[in-house]
């Protein structure tokens, strides 16, 4: 069973930064990728940010420029980087991990932490 747990979230004024990290009950090299997402009410869950095995980033266009995945491979932990927040920031922010099998493709995720950005 893999557990992800995310901690950092919080409350900001626009313009400043915070970073969130989730931390994996397992080595992270295991999994082919992991991300962040989020989910704003009344919107569906997007992407935000993944790095790969590889050690190979993509971001969704909303945060390219502001935000920086990185992981810390003798922790087992990944985390998110945020700069020049904005109030459309405002979201639970989800950690991902991406386990792909013969038997398929397992996504597991964490409890979810709540970032609020002030105007």
């Known amino acids: 069973q893999v557990q992800l747990v995310e901690s950092g979230g919080g409350l900001v004024q626009a313009g400043k930064s915070l970073r969130l990290s989730c931390a994996a009950s397992?080595?992270?090299?295991?999994?082919?990728?992991m991300g962040w997402y989020r989910q704003a009410p009344g919107k569906q869950r997007e992407l935000v940010a993944v790095?790969?095995?590889?050690?190979?980033?993509n971001y969704g266009d909303s945060v390219k420029g502001r935000f920086t995945i990185s992981r810390d491979t003798a922790k087992n932990t990944v985390a998110l980087q945020m700069d020049s927040l904005k109030p459309e920031d405002t979201a639970v922010y989800y950690c991902?991990?991406?386990?792909?099998?013969?038997?398929?493709?397992?996504?597991?995720w964490g409890q979810g932490t709540q970032v609020t950005v002030s105007s």
């Open positions: 397992r080595n992270i090299f295991d999994f082919n990728h």
């Open positions: 790095i790969t095995s590889g050690g190979t980033s």
């Open positions: 991902n991990a991406v386990l792909s099998r013969i038997t398929g493709r397992h996504d597991y």
